[in-house]
């Protein structure tokens, strides 16, 4: 749902006010007791919305649409070190074949083959593949 500039800076300044109202009334309740664990969690609950208020005030994405888009960035940039490990190896043969083992480029790809390898096993590790 979208919200007017207007009606967020309302509903800023009113969860504002419930906020400092709850904090007031939290000073008068016996710290342990259902009534200030309640008390608690409203505070709390009211600056998460204070914030994500204040996030879309300043034209911040949702949270979600934030973790999705990082997602996404993360499964592109793994798919292509997915391509680039199966393209090195007929790049190396290729150069193996013109007998061109001993040149810079054989020995970069050599290099990059055994990085990429390193990366995709550190990823395997922790459960990515």
Do not use: W
């Not at 400092?20 to 998460?48: D, M, W, Y």
């Not at 592109?76 to 074949?97: F, T, V």
């Amino acid at each position: 749902m979208t919200y007017t500039k207007e009606e967020l800076n309302d509903a800023l300044r009113a969860i504002g006010s419930l906020i400092n109202k709850c904090e007031k009334v939290q000073e008068k309740l016996r710290e342990g007791t259902p009534q200030h664990s309640l008390t608690k969690n409203r505070i709390k609950a009211f600056r998460i919305a204070s914030d994500h208020i204040t996030g879309a005030l300043e034209g911040e994405p949702p949270r979600g649409e934030a973790d999705s888009a990082r997602l996404e960035k993360f499964e592109n940039a793994y798919q292509g070190l997915q391509d680039s490990m199966s393209d090195i190896p007929a790049r190396l043969e290729a150069l193996r074949s013109a007998g061109k083992e001993k040149t810079v480029t054989y020995k970069e790809l050599v290099a990059q083959k055994l990085i990429n390898n390193n990366i995709l096993m550190f990823f395997e590790r922790y459960g990515i593949e």
